[in-house]
């Protein structure tokens, strides 16, 4: 297994006993009912994490995935038990992997980069037009992440800090990428659509209710953080 991907491992398996815990106690039963169910969810995380041991290109799930897998077998077993009451935990958890503490969240963002990385066409770049511009706005956290993957995909990225940037670009921008957590998101979607560009949003526990306001701001696609970092070529590839 690649050290990044046992990294990644290894600060999951960490981290569930804890939001596992936690879960249990937001939903009003007794974590300490839960202790052999717990300790089962971590074995099975470890041994999800296998699929993690192929080559990079070979990866077909995505760490998230995987996790929330677990928690919802985890959950399932609590209900059967009688320990937790169905829906007191809500599908989908957690919702990224921030939830599950810095160093989870970290450990995600090196394996995301270092998956850019090895998937990314060893091709010299095209520096001509021919390749679409792309516009990322994105907090540093994930900026690297995502500019690596769409350099890999075949896109020039351009980073701006806000819709002023745009007036500076070199050429016509063909998509836009945008962090949620941006403090003028709408007015960067809608200057991003003016110039013409397909625009996509991501962000960490993006509800119903959110996404059709980034939708009406005119966003084409709005896709969960970790879904995205994980693999931003899947959900940008069709635009090129």
């Known amino acids: 297994m690649e050290p990044v991907a046992e990294q990644m491992r290894a600060a999951f398996v960490a981290a569930l006993p804890g939001y596992l815990t936690s879960l249990v106690a937001a939903a009003g039963a007794d974590p300490d009912r839960c202790g052999e169910r717990l300790e089962a969810a971590v074995g099975d995380l470890e041994a999800a994490f296998e699929g993690f041991a192929v080559p990079f290109a070979d990866q077909r799930i995505a760490p998230m995935e995987v996790v929330r897998d677990v928690v919802a077998r985890f959950v399932a077993r609590c209900v059967e038990d009688g320990v937790v009451a169905a829906g007191a935990v809500p599908a989908g958890e957690p919702a990224s992997s921030a939830v599950l503490g810095e160093e989870a969240w970290q450990a995600h963002l090196r394996w995301g980069m270092a998956k850019a990385d090895a998937v990314a066409p060893r091709a010299a770049p095209d520096p001509g037009p021919l390749r679409p511009v792309a516009v990322v706005v994105a907090e540093p956290d994930v ?45 960067l979607v809608r200057g991003l659509v003016d110039a013409g560009a397909f625009v996509v949003v991501f962000g960490a526990g993006i509800t119903d209710l959110r996404s059709a306001a980034l939708r009406a701001a005119g966003a084409h696609r709005v896709v969960e953080r970790d879904r995205f970092v994980a693999d931003p070529c899947r959900h940008v590839a069709a635009v090129v």
């Open 143 to 187: 900026r690297g992440v995502v500019v690596a993957a769409l350099e890999g995909c075949g896109y020039a990225p351009r980073v701006v800090r806000n819709r002023a940037g745009l007036a500076g670009l070199d050429a016509r921008p063909r998509l836009g990428v945008v962090d949620d957590r941006h403090t003028a998101v709408s007015d």
